[in-house]
């Protein structure tokens, strides 16, 4: 019996490029040079090619879901944050007092905070949903994050709360995390799936010192022998079993789920990247309804970015995660649907176009 995660991936179908020809050639005739609106100009033919009309509806509501889940790597060295941070940001998440609570009020976005795999247990509250599919993953340096049928539920996990927000009215999603430790499970991935060697996509995460960034680089590096040796690269939810981490999952998860609702979803920083290398093993056809929010500091973050072919719009020096990145590029998502819509073009507003 499938899943909502693979109900998801089977109804993902290419973008419209009849839409985004039209909305190209819409830009040509707006009052403007051809091409003055930068990224703008591709992005408005994105999201008409994602929506399959021109000009494309704009992206809004906005609503951003951040997963959290611990990590067994901890257990390595790789960070000097005690796991116990990530159930106290979680709380810190729901009590509105974080930067991703922050930086959603401007693009009026709802936080909706899905527990999918915090070791603690967690207080009740409105804006946290409950979806723990296990408490941690393992320790990937000497042994599967999780079990295949745990991933699963992980994947099937992010893909219902997609569907659920845009079944409410979400016309945008955007990807949020949380999980101490988590960067180290993302180069992992991104190694693996991206062919890059370990040390390459490895980055200071919260700002390690070199022992600990040593320590971590060597972490990754285990975990991907062991996930080999295992024949777990073979198949992209057999890695992400091996290599993963629960949000890490429910992320890829949730942007099968955007993608199957054709609505665009914002991708934030190294986390979601991963999850979004997973989901476009799976099916390619997912990422034409990606944006990339900015570009992390995370070196595989990346790595992950060119794999995928997506060009983020912001580049501000950015290591949070949280979905903060990805929600401040919404407006710049926003402009480009409205660009299209709202301009005047040459003949309406009577303006003489160059000889």
């Not at 399959?52 to 990590?71: E, R, T």
């Not at 991935?189 to 370990?198: K, N, Q």
Request: aromatic letters at 2%; proline letters at 6%.
């Amino acid at each position: 019996m499938s899943g909502a995660f693979d109900d998801a991936i089977a109804a993902v179908v290419p973008t419209d490029a009849r839409a985004a020809a039209e909305a190209a050639a819409h830009h040509d005739r707006l009052t403007k040079p051809r091409g003055a609106l930068g990224r703008l100009e591709p992005l408005g033919g994105q999201l008409a090619a994602i929506a399959g009309v021109s000009p494309p509806p704009l992206p809004s509501p906005v609503a951003v879901a951040v997963f959290a889940g611990d990590h067994g790597v901890l257990a390595q060295g790789v960070t000097p944050w005690p796991a116990e941070v990530t159930a106290q940001m979680v709380a810190n998440f729901c009590a509105g007092g974080a930067a991703v609570n922050v930086l959603a009020a401007p693009v009026s976005a709802p936080v909706t905070v899905v527990d999918v795999g915090v070791a603690s247990d967690l207080d009740d509250h409105p804006a946290l949903l409950r979806r723990k599919v296990r408490r941690g993953t393992g320790d990937i340096a000497v042994e599967p994050a999780m079990t295949a049928d745990e991933a699963r539920a992980a994947l099937d996990v992010g893909a219902e709360v997609a569907a659920s927000l845009v079944a409410a009215g979400a016309r945008c999603l955007v990807t949020g995390d949380m999980g101490i430790g988590n960067t180290t499970p993302s180069a992992a991935l991104i190694a693996a799936l991206c062919g890059h060697v370990p040390a390459d996509v490895t980055g200071r995460g919260t700002g390690i010192d070199d022992e600990t960034l040593g320590r971590k680089v060597s972490a990754v590096e285990r975990a991907i022998a062991r996930a080999s040796r295992a024949g777990d690269l073979d198949d992209p939810v057999r890695a992400l079993a091996s290599l993963g981490g629960l949000e890490i999952a429910a992320l890829a998860g949730f942007i099968a789920g955007g993608a199957a609702a054709r609505v665009p979803v914002v991708v934030d920083g190294v986390i979601a990247l991963a999850a979004a290398v997973v989901a476009h093993a799976v099916n390619p056809d997912v990422t034409a309804y990606l944006v990339a929010g900015h570009r992390s500091t995370e070196p595989g973050a990346a790595a992950a970015l060119a794999h995928l072919g997506l060009v983020p719009l912001l580049d501000l020096g950015l290591r949070l995660g949280e979905g903060t990145g990805a929600l401040l590029a919404v407006p710049l998502v926003q402009a480009a649907a409205r660009v299209l819509a709202d301009m005047a073009t040459f003949d309406s507003a009577g303006v003489t176009e160059k000889g």
